[in-house]
């Protein structure tokens, strides 16, 4: 079954730090990966995807994520981080078994910039 | 990008009572979703619903305690039934394509608690 892990609960970073929040993936075939943002009280918002072509990806609100098949990885990295990028992120996989229709999540990673 | 209404946006509930959430869309979709997500966990796939057939339940998931309804294109409606305080969740709706390679929009959710 197609499957996506976040290893990290929670990451703590300074603002003005690079910030990366990890992710692998199980899949058979091609991945389709997506990361999305949750903010308090809101529903989830879409960030980037990778389908195919180039291994770096960039997204909304200076985000960008990095894939890399030989690890399995599909990391969320930006350059410098804002307190206001702290929220839960999930990052998830299409399931080839139900015609790519589902969307499997991970188990969401809460970033905490600190001032 | 899809802009997508639920209502209501919380509500607190007495065990045994229903509640039923309505997704509103502001353009014509082929497919909506409803996720659960528990209080500090990842969002679970409740269900599919198409236009003009029965909605398709996950793993976990009946009909008789999810009924969901999708009478058009831009609308559908998910029932908790005869709930208890572990049905207290986040209910989130999104839309999505057929395309495996295009990200699903999400609602803003519906916060429930049980008492």
């Known amino acids: 079954a197609q499957s996506v892990a976040q290893p990290e609960d929670q990451v703590n970073v300074a603002e003005g730090n690079p910030l990366t929040v990890k992710c692998t993936y199980s899949v058979s075939g091609n991945p389709y990966l997506f990361w999305y943002v949750q903010y308090p009280n809101r529903g989830l918002q879409f960030l980037l995807k990778y389908i195919t072509g180039d291994n770096l990806v960039k997204g909304s609100y200076g985000f960008e994520a990095e894939f890399n098949k030989s690890q399995t990885s599909f990391h969320l990295k930006k350059p410098s981080a804002l307190v206001s990028d702290s929220a839960l992120y999930f990052c998830?996989?299409?399931?080839?078994?139900?015609?790519?229709?589902?969307?499997?999540f991970g188990t969401g990673t809460r970033l905490l910039v600190s001032p | 990008s899809a802009v997508i209404s639920q209502k209501p946006s919380r509500d607190i509930c007495q065990r045994g009572t229903s509640l039923t959430i309505q997704c509103q869309v502001d353009?014509?979709?082929?497919?909506m979703f409803w996720y659960r997500q528990q209080p500090g966990q990842s969002l679970t796939l409740i269900a599919t619903?198409?236009?003009?057939?029965?909605?398709?339940?996950e793993s976990g998931f009946v009909i008789d305690k999810f009924p969901i309804s999708r009478p058009n294109l831009t609308f559908s409606t998910l029932t908790v039934s005869n709930m208890s305080p572990e049905d207290s969740s986040i209910y989130l709706c999104s839309v999505g394509s057929t395309e495996p390679y295009n990200e699903q929009f999400f609602g803003p959710g519906t916060r429930l608690t049980v008492l």
């Open positions: 998830a996989v299409r399931d080839i078994w139900t015609g790519f229709q589902k969307l499997v």
């Open positions: 619903a198409n236009q003009g057939s029965e909605a398709t339940y």
């Open positions: 353009s014509q979709v082929t497919m």
